[in-house]
């Protein structure tokens, strides 16, 4: 700051003189923000302790006063969540061989599609069948929507898959080509409606049975589904 | 009045001087110097001197309510669980649907008494909770029970003493018997705010017909003049829904498995996943077989042999911690 100045504008000067060290201060404040956590990521463990809020040093302060006895074990820690393990035991149970849930995998390349015909055998009743329209996933509840005729009139049955009511499913028609569409609604309408299953399933019927008496002739080998 | 002669010369008795209260003090006998009456005496006034004396039992009060409430209150206490969600299992050729509870770290914290609290009860808590979250108070109550602090606390009443438990023991599912009817108790699933026609099943109003922008409103709320003009107490009216404690009765114990934590119980139970619910064996049904309440007794027992010791400890412990918060209060 040069002398002439203050002499001639001595309140500017000040002003000037203000000024600066207005600066000079943001500046340090500045510095001392970008230090900052340089400084805390070389502190020792001492240091750490300073970087609690007021609460959290209360919080310290107060349950150091006190003992806490350990915990006993607790099934949260090892099972969080039981619902796959609960349902995988009442799967292995119900299906121990894995053909169920094999014939609905989406592992499988061979596994029952969305548009095939189906027959289910159940204790309760008669076989039916019928075009496959939907599948829900739902664990030990999955099931399967078949839509059939009986009597001419068009009927749709549900089937959880693994109830041990159902004692077979197999596989009678494949759709030729893959449905696009997850749930195949469209098929109630009359338009897309497929009717008697009852002529591919006699067919089905036919094939296996020449099937098995070929293999009882070449070896007395029995196939099984 | 002429002045009595006086029959007796008072003698110091010595039977009276060493047993007081066997005897009484020698009083003329009043009511029949002068006449006589055949009428049977009016009333023992003994009888106000005693209490209840001459009257029926209370039917109201501390003691009859517990006698009320005897045969349904369960003989053993209940466990708090955690929702877990549901599933089904089939038995035979039915499907059972199931709801999945988790008993996590469920641990007896305190017992209430007849002596003490006025009914017999088991303090469960269920969880655990970080130290800072605990108020000092409760930090207090479980250092001297000899427990880490719990998420949730929660009382079971029971029938008597025979229903009460050691602090500390841990409540494993197989504390329920497999078949066995159970009761459960949550919140419902909070729906907020809600309507008339959601909250009560009111049936609405009319779509046209001259009706403007008051479809799903309620209509009128209590009559008018003559009818005091005024709105019933109760009425009801639109308002938070759900959140509040239901009961489902008579729930059948579908499986138990101590490893994974979980009971399974037929039928859906109030409340969303998470929440916690209160499983106690049915008021309305059979308690389970007594062979099987005194093995499940014995197992807890077993699995942890020295919850007397702990306990103990726990409270000596307790006191020398008091001890010192005390004179670091005074210091300052």
Redesign the interface.
């Given at each position: 700051m040069n002398a002439a100045a203050v002499v001639r504008q001595p309140v500017g000067c000040l002003k000037a003189a203000l000024r600066r060290t207005r600066f000079q201060r943001s500046w340090q404040r500045c510095m001392a923000t970008e230090a900052a956590p340089t400084t805390t990521t070389t502190t020792s463990p001492s240091m750490a302790r300073t970087a609690f809020s007021q609460r959290?040093h209360m919080?310290?302060k107060?349950?150091a006063?006190?003992?806490?006895?350990?915990?006993?074990?607790?099934?949260?820690t090892?099972?969080p969540?039981?619902?796959p393990?609960?349902?995988q035991q009442?799967i292995a149970r119900?299906d121990p061989t894995g053909a169920r849930t094999r014939l609905f995998s989406r592992e499988h390349a061979d596994s029952a599609k969305v548009g095939d015909v189906l027959m289910v055998t159940s204790?309760n009743g008669e076989p039916f069948s019928g075009v496959f329209i939907q599948l829900r996933r739902r664990?030990?509840?999955t099931a399967i929507l078949l839509r059939g005729q009986m009597m001419k009139v068009g009927v749709e049955m549900w089937f959880?898959i693994?109830?041990?009511?159902v004692t077979g499913i197999d596989i009678i028609w494949r759709r030729p080509k893959r449905a696009r569409r997850a749930r195949l609604t469209y098929m109630r309408q009359p338009k897309h409606d497929m009717g008697s299953v009852d002529n591919l399933v006699s067919a089905w019927k036919k094939e296996r049975y020449a099937l098995r008496s070929k293999a009882k002739q070449a070896g007395g080998k029995r196939i099984t589904r | 009045m002429p002045p009595r002669i006086p029959i007796r010369v008072a003698l110091p008795r010595l039977a009276a001087v060493n047993r007081p209260a066997l005897l009484l003090p020698h009083i003329p006998q009043r009511g029949i110097k002068y006449g006589w009456s055949t009428a049977p005496p009016r009333s023992k006034h003994k009888r106000f001197n005693q209490p209840n004396s001459g009257l029926p039992a209370l039917t109201t009060g501390p003691a009859a309510a517990l006698k009320r409430r005897e045969n349904t209150t369960p003989l053993r206490t209940g466990v708090l669980a955690i929702k877990?969600?549901m599933?089904?299992?089939?038995q035979?050729?039915t499907?059972v649907a199931c709801t999945?509870l988790?008993?996590?770290?469920v641990?007896v914290v305190a017992n209430k008494t007849r002596e003490k609290h006025g009914y017999w009860a088991v303090q469960v808590g269920l969880?655990?909770r970080q130290?800072?979250n605990v108020t000092?108070p409760m930090?207090?109550y479980?250092?001297a029970k000899?427990?880490?602090?719990k998420a949730e606390l929660a009382e079971f009443k029971v029938r008597g003493e025979e229903g009460l438990l050691p602090v500390g023991a841990?409540l494993l599912p197989d504390w329920f018997q497999l078949g066995q009817h159970v009761d459960v108790r949550a919140r419902s699933r909070g729906m907020g705010f809600a309507g008339g026609m959601k909250r009560h099943g009111f049936a609405g109003q009319e779509a046209s017909h001259g009706n403007s922008k008051n479809h799903r409103t309620i209509g009128s709320t209590g009559p008018s003049q003559g009818s005091g003009s005024r709105v019933l107490p109760g009425k009801k009216m639109p308002g938070r829904m759900g959140n509040e404690f239901r009961t489902v009765q008579n729930l059948k114990v579908v499986k138990v498995?101590n490893?994974?934590?979980?009971v399974?119980v037929s039928g859906p139970i109030p409340g969303p996943k998470g929440r916690i619910v209160r499983l106690q064996d049915a008021k309305k049904r059979k308690a389970p077989a007594l062979q099987h309440r005194e093995k499940a007794r014995e197992e807890l027992h077993q699995r942890q042999p020295d919850l007397q010791d702990r306990l103990e400890q726990?409270r000596l412990?307790?006191l020398d911690?008091q001890a010192?918060?005390r004179a670091?209060m005074a210091e300052l």
């Open positions: 959290q919080e310290q107060k349950v006063k006190f003992q806490i006895w350990p915990q006993v074990p607790s099934p949260r090892t099972h969540d039981p619902m393990a609960l349902t009442e119900l204790k664990g030990v509840d959880k693994y109830s041990p009511t | 877990k969600g599933t089904s299992i089939f035979g050729k499907r999945v988790q008993l996590d770290q641990q969880g655990a130290g800072r000092s930090l207090g479980y250092e000899g427990i880490a602090p841990q498995d490893e994974l934590g979980v399974l726990a412990r307790h911690m010192q918060r670091h």
